[in-house]
T-cell receptor, first 114, second 113 residues
Framework: AQSVAQPEDQVNVAEGNPLTVKCTYS??????LFWYVQYPNRGLQFLLK??????LVKGSYGFEAEFNKSQTSFHLKKPSALVSDSALYFC????????????FGKGTSLLVTP | GAGVSQTPSNKVTEKGKYVELRCDPI?????LYWYRQSLGQGPEFLIY????????DSGLPNDRFFAVRPEGSVSTLKIQRTERGDSAVYLC???????????FGAGTRLSVL
C-alpha cells in the first residue's frame, strides 16, 4: 500500500523568509513523487516531480524539493517566500509497482504574510 | 494550448437523481483520470483510462459510479441515485502516453441536496 503524510495543516511564513512544507511517504516499490498547488476554485497545478536522478529537484515559481530516501521524505522548499505563494499545497506519490493512480496527502495551507 | 476542460463547473442535484460530469482532456493525451476531493481532503483516485478502456477502476466507491470514454478522448463520469455523501469536487486529469505528470482540470463541484 502507498500513503502520503503532510503533518502540518497550515504553515505561516513572512514574505522574504524561506519556507518548507513537509511530506513523508510510504511505498512498497520505488516512489514517484509530486507536488501540486491549488488556488481557490481552481484545479491542481503541477509544481515539480521526482522520478529518479538528483535528489534536489527544481520546479516552477522558484520552488524546489529534496528527496530523502532514508527518511522517506520529499519536503517542498523555497528560499524566499512571496505573498502570492499563499495557497494549498499537495504532496502525491505513485508506487512504481502499482499503477498510475496518485495518492495525495491531505494538503498544507501556506500563508505568506507581508 | 487548451488545458483539461470540465463541465459543468457546478452541479446541484437532489438526492436520488442521476448526474453526468464531463471531462475533455488535453488533445493527444491518451491517459485520463478521475479523482474526488472532499472538503478539507486531498484528491482520492476513482478511475484511470488508457485509451478507451478502464485500466484501473479500483477507486470507484460502489456500483452507483460508472465512467466511460468511448472514443478515447472525452470521458463522462456517471453517478446514479446520488446521495448527500457524494457531494464533493470531482477532478479530471490527463497525461501523455507513458507520461508521469497528470494535468488537472478545474473540477466540477457537485452538491447533492
Amino acid at each position: 500500500a502507498q500513503s502520503v503524510a503532510q503533518p502540518e495543516d497550515q504553515v505561516n511564513v513572512a514574505e522574504g523568509n524561506p519556507l518548507t512544507v513537509k511530506c513523508t511517504y510510504s511505498v512498497s516499490g520505488n516512489p514517484y513523487l509530486f507536488w501540486y498547488v491549488q488556488y481557490p476554485n481552481r484545479g491542481l497545478q503541477f509544481l515539480l516531480k521526482y522520478i529518479t536522478g538528483d535528489n534536489l529537484v527544481k520546479g516552477s515559481y522558484g520552488f524546489e524539493a529534496e528527496f530523502n530516501k532514508s527518511q522517506t521524505s520529499f519536503h517542498l522548499k523555497k528560499p524566499s517566500a512571496l505573498v502570492s505563494d499563499s495557497a494549498l499545497y499537495f504532496c502525491a506519490v505513485r508506487d512504481s509497482n502499482s499503477g498510475y493512480a496518485l495518492n495525495f496527502g491531505k494538503g498544507t495551507s501556506l500563508l505568506v504574510t507581508p | 494550448g487548451a488545458g483539461v476542460s470540465q463541465t459543468p463547473s457546478n452541479k446541484v442535484t437532489e438526492k436520488g437523481k442521476y448526474v453526468e460530469l464531463r471531462c475533455d482532456p488535453i488533445s493527444g493525451h491518451t491517459a485520463l483520470y478521475w479523482y474526488r476531493q472532499s472538503l478539507g481532503q486531498g484528491p482520492e483516485f476513482l478511475i484511470y483510462f488508457q485509451g478507451t478502456g478502464a485500466a484501473d477502476d479500483s477507486g470507484l466507491p460502489n456500483d452507483r459510479f460508472f465512467a466511460v470514454r468511448p472514443e478515447g478522448s472525452v470521458s463522462t463520469l456517471k453517478i446514479q441515485r446520488t446521495e448527500r455523501g457524494d457531494s464533493a469536487v470531482y477532478l479530471c486529469a490527463s497525461s501523455p502516453q507513458n507520461g508521469n505528470i497528470q494535468y488537472f482540470g478545474a473540477g466540477t463541484r457537485l452538491s447533492v441536496l
